[in-house]
């Protein structure tokens, strides 16, 4: 990309002229930079984190053509802005696959955020791609709204799933990688690597049809259990199941399920709120809630 600008900004109260700034890709030989970088940006994170959840990604297969990691703020050769971008071949679900990019982290140094919104526009121009940030602060919501993002998760259920009546005749059995029966290629494929990745993989099965489901573990303020929905076929099947999915996973030490919605949803044991987990996207196929699959949750989280 060619260089930027020169622009004022205000570092310590105190107007300046920066130059030399430049947009470029991110390589591999800046991920100790940018892992570094990011820590300073979310000082609840370590850099054993962020280089975890790259290493992830750079290991795993990725559309041709995009870049690797995202796009930095380039000054003198060292990142001092970045935004992670975690592009994936999906199947989107009239079956083709589309490529979608997870807008993960971003962050610039105070001393740089005159390009802030530069950084941004530069990183999500291609309208083939179908952008998404799943992990908005309040606080940032106009800012997305104004980069062209549009809201398409508005918040969260808290499910007790185990509250909800069994079906009978039904089985529901971690993924192990063996019997993919009733399964694509693609979905079989999403089970085994946020099974890698520690995520919990499972598949129901019903009347001669398999249902896949990724729940992610973690705990609300490290003390309540909950287990996250990363990945289902169709939100309806986890309304159906969810007496059946509520015990197997009760068993294993989760009480609650968190799952994108934008209502209280008919079937389902819990409440909503809209306070926290909306989620942006733009492009032409906006994800389907329900559908976190290849994101910063499994990446960096699982």
Not at 38 to 65: I, N, V
Not at 87 to 96: K, M, P, R
Request: charged fraction near 20%; charge should be positive.
């Amino acid at each position: 990309m060619q260089p930027v600008k020169k622009a004022e900004i205000a570092n310590d109260g105190t107007p300046q002229a920066v130059t030399g700034v430049r947009i470029r890709e991110i390589t591999a030989a800046d991920l100790p930079a940018v892992a570094a970088l990011l820590t300073r940006g979310f000082a609840f994170r370590s850099e054993a984190y962020w280089l975890r959840g790259l290493d992830r990604h750079a290991q795993r297969a990725r559309p041709a053509g995009f870049p690797a990691f995202g796009y930095c703020l380039d000054h003198g050769g060292v990142p001092v802005g970045v935004i992670l971008l975690l592009f994936s071949n999906v199947q989107a679900e009239d079956g083709q696959t589309i490529v979608r990019a997870n807008v993960s982290s971003w962050y610039v140094e105070p001393a740089f955020r005159a390009f802030s919104s530069m950084l941004v526009r530069a990183a999500t121009r291609d309208k083939t791609v179908t952008y998404f940030n799943i992990t908005p602060a309040p606080h940032t919501w106009p800012q997305v709204e104004a980069q062209g993002f549009k809201v398409y998760c508005k918040g969260q259920i808290y499910a007790a799933l185990a509250l909800s009546r069994p079906l009978a005749d039904v089985t529901v059995a971690q993924f192990d990688g063996g019997d993919r029966a009733g399964l694509s290629s693609y979905e079989a494929e999403l089970l085994r690597q946020h099974a890698a990745w520690g995520c919990l993989s499972v598949v129901v099965r019903h009347s001669g049809t398999a249902h896949p489901f990724v729940f992610q573990k973690h705990r609300v303020k490290n003390v309540l259990p909950i287990d996250r929905l990363l990945y289902c076929r169709d939100l309806g099947d986890l309304v159906r199941f969810a007496g059946n999915l509520g015990r197997f996973l009760t068993r294993r030490g989760g009480l609650l399920v968190r799952i994108d919605a934008n209502q209280p949803m008919a079937g389902l044991i819990g409440w909503y709120s809209a306070k926290r987990g909306r989620k942006y996207a733009k492009g032409p196929h906006p994800p389907r809630l329900g559908d976190l699959a290849f994101t910063e949750a499994a990446l960096f989280d699982g």
